[in-house]
């Protein structure tokens, strides 16, 4: 449940979400309308959008929903002008849509690459050449990116998606060099195990998974997609994080560092 932000750092202002129809798309977007921001989000089925837009709604602000695949450049550059169109503006965008699922690379089939690939990595870069023409021409704007840890440490059976978050860390911190001087930060989230229906059924599927995955982590708990939006929401706010750009905020209860595997006399309070 996300309550209205007390300050409002986003009154007047503008987000697309991608992938806004659930989990921390959804968070994020309803976040952003918390602080009095105007939001759309895209995806490919309307009713959750909606549900989203909804949400988005009770907070006060305009908020909409566009129906696309990120895979088809055409239509995400369509919809963003849209966004612009509608709002006269487009200050932030979300590249939060995604695909996954875990197989062995080996076994992994050119089309099942190219199908996260798309998603991930080349929708990003759509999404992104769109929204950022729009802000450069503004003199301003911020660009968050949703990746995940092992796009730096590796993890067995990921290596699609990995490959194309890799790319997406790659991208940020070009863009963020690019950009910078005119004014658009571009910037990286990279949430831990986050108690959503679609990362559950993906990446731990089963109660043995499920407790695998909840041992790796130091802090011991899976994160909510409403904490994730809060993360989002600072990377956003072109006020407290305005002097922050190429970089990447890890919400994963310190995940990505590994947990001790040594004897248990070394490991302290685990
Ligand atoms: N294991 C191995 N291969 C898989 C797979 C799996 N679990 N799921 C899909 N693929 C392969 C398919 O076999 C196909 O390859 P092929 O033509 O060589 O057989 C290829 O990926 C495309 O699959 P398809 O279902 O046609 O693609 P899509 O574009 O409809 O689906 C995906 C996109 C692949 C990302 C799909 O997994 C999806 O929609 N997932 C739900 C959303 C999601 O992943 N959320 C993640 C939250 S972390």
Not at 133 to 157: F, K, Q
Not at 225 to 251: C, W
């Amino acid at each position: 449940m996300i309550a209205k932000s007390p300050v409002e750092e986003f009154s007047g202002l503008t987000a697309l979400v991608t992938g806004g129809g659930s989990g921390i798309g959804r968070a994020i977007a309803v976040r952003y309308a918390a602080g009095g921001g105007n939001v759309v989000v895209l995806g490919r089925r309307a009713e959750p959008l909606e549900q989203t837009a909804q949400m988005a709604r009770e907070f006060g602000v305009t908020a909409d929903f566009v129906t696309c695949d990120v895979r088809d450049a055409d239509a995400v550059t369509a919809a963003v002008d849209g966004v612009v169109e509608q709002f006269g503006r487009i200050d932030a965008l979300v590249n939060n849509a995604a695909g996954n699922f875990i197989c062995p690379a080996e076994e992994l089939s050119p089309n099942g690459w190219r199908a996260v690939v798309d998603i991930v990595l080349n929708g990003t870069f759509y999404g992104t050449r769109a929204a950022g023409r729009h802000m450069l021409e503004a003199g301003g704007g911020s660009i968050l990116n949703v990746i995940a840890s092992y796009a730096w440490h590796g993890h067995p059976g990921t290596v699609h998606s990995a490959a194309a978050k890799g790319g997406i860390l790659a991208m940020t911190r070009t863009l963020a060099s690019e950009w910078g001087a005119r004014g658009v930060r571009v910037n990286c989230i990279s949430p831990g195990p986050t108690e959503t229906e679609g990362a559950g059924a993906a990446l731990w599927p089963t109660e043995a998974d499920r407790a695998r995955v909840l041992g790796s982590v130091p802090a011991a708990r899976f994160t909510t997609p409403e904490e994730v939006a809060e993360s989002a929401a600072f990377l956003l706010d072109p006020r407290r994080a305005a002097y922050i750009t190429g970089d990447v905020l890890s919400v994963d209860g310190g995940q990505w560092l590994g947990k001790a595997v040594y004897a248990d006399s070394a490991a302290g309070s685990r």
